[in-house]
């Protein structure tokens, strides 16, 4: 199981990889779309030019400018939330295969769950959810049973 469990982790740190990168960049649009809207109006006022209609409808899309600059933050963190759970959860798999630190197994896999439900409840439930929550109840149980010396290979005679 703990193998297993290593491999299933490091399989779904490479798909974390991908979309740190995805909730990374989509963050930094969310957001720079968000200042441009701002930007916009301020000139605006700052001219004391009336609106035309194509430029009062970009303004009502962009209107609640905070809310997105806020939100592009938001998944910008995540991103790089996930980016440091695709390091702690390959290291987690190494210490799984060392048999050694039950402990930073524990937060590698509480670390991997968390990114898992954190990308459930942004975008949707996946397929590819299902390797990192297995894989991180994997690590949990493989990690008790390195506690419990019960993981320990018998002594040859």
Known sequence: ????????????????????????????????AGKIGEAME??????????????????????????????????MFFGIFLLVTVGTSIAGAVMLFMRKSPMFIYIAAAMALAAEIGGIAIVKFGVMNILGLVGGILAILAARGIVAGADRAPVAA
């Open 42 to 75: 301020a000139e605006m006022q700052k001219e004391g030019k009336a609106a035309t209609p194509d430029q009062q409808k970009v303004l009502a899309t962009l209107k609640d400018n905070k809310t997105a600059t806020a939100a592009g933050g938001g998944l």
């Open 1 to 32: 199981m703990r193998v297993a469990a290593g491999v299933i982790l490091i399989i779904a740190a490479v798909l974390n990889l991908f979309a740190a990168i995805g909730y990374f960049s989509a963050g930094a649009v969310t957001a720079g």
